[in-house]
């Protein structure tokens, strides 16, 4: 257990549906993040929150909205997705400075 | 951008010998650098990081040596074991940023041979 988890695991999803990715860390950490993995390709940094606030937007489609309501959750809101965003979506938390903990992911598939 | 590589995108080893898994990065102010290891269906796992005052670091099994003069770094693994097949990648970051904004290389996949 990394003290992150994501859920669902896995989603499908059709291209008109709304959904959402929740995160929840019990690490005490003050930053979290969303980060997308594609098949050969490095992770992807989409949005960073620090103390709840936004504070990276890494050039990422609005369809993909991200919530941070407190410092231990983090949402990442789905809609009209296309099928080149079928891709694991992966959470972190992270201290200030230091090594970032990941969740499981969760394996979308958008269809 | 900045970019970090990695030497090989897959390298199988015999059981109980010793790997070595290389990364080149390109960014002279990074000053921190990790190691993950990411199980299949899994999220990636923390193994090993090092602060760009040190060249080497030991964990179990685990070393990593930083080489900043060739912007390298290597995770050597011993006594490597079929639990170690996995993709291992690495990343790096610099004191620019509040918290950590890692970049990743694309990964290795290390397969283990019984």
């Known amino acids: 257990e990394t003290g992150v988890t994501q859920t669902p695991r896995h989603l499908v999803m059709g291209m008109t549906n709304k959904k959402s990715l929740k995160c929840e860390q019990h690490?005490?950490?003050?930053?979290m993040y969303w980060y997308k993995q594609s098949a050969k390709k490095p992770l992807e940094l989409m949005f960073v929150y620090n103390f709840k606030e936004q504070t990276e937007n890494n050039s990422v489609p609005s369809r993909f909205s991200p919530e941070c309501p407190n410092s231990s959750h983090l949402f990442l809101h789905l809609h009209t997705l296309q099928p080149e965003d079928s891709a694991l979506y992966l959470c972190?938390?992270?201290?200030?400075?230091?090594?970032?903990?990941f969740g499981q992911g969760t394996r979308l598939t958008v269809v | 951008g900045e970019s970090v590589g990695l030497h090989l995108p897959t390298l199988s080893v015999q059981e109980g010998d010793n790997s070595i898994i290389n990364c080149a990065y390109s960014n002279s102010a990074s000053d921190y650098f990790i190691w993950y290891k990411q199980e299949s269906g899994k999220g990636p796992q923390f193994i090993i990081d090092i602060r760009s005052n040190m060249d080497k670091r030991q964990g179990q099994r685990v070393t990593v040596l930083l080489n900043k003069t060739v912007k390298h770094l290597s995770l050597q693994i011993a006594a490597t074991q079929p639990g170690d097949s996995a993709v291992y990648f690495c990343?790096?970051?610099?004191?620019?940023?509040?918290?950590?904004?890692?970049?990743f290389g694309t990964g290795t996949r290390l397969t283990i041979i019984p």
């Open positions: 990343a790096e970051s610099s004191a620019n940023f509040g918290n950590e904004k890692l970049t």
């Open positions: 972190a938390s992270s201290p200030r400075r230091g090594q970032l903990s």
């Open positions: 690490l005490g950490h003050n930053a």
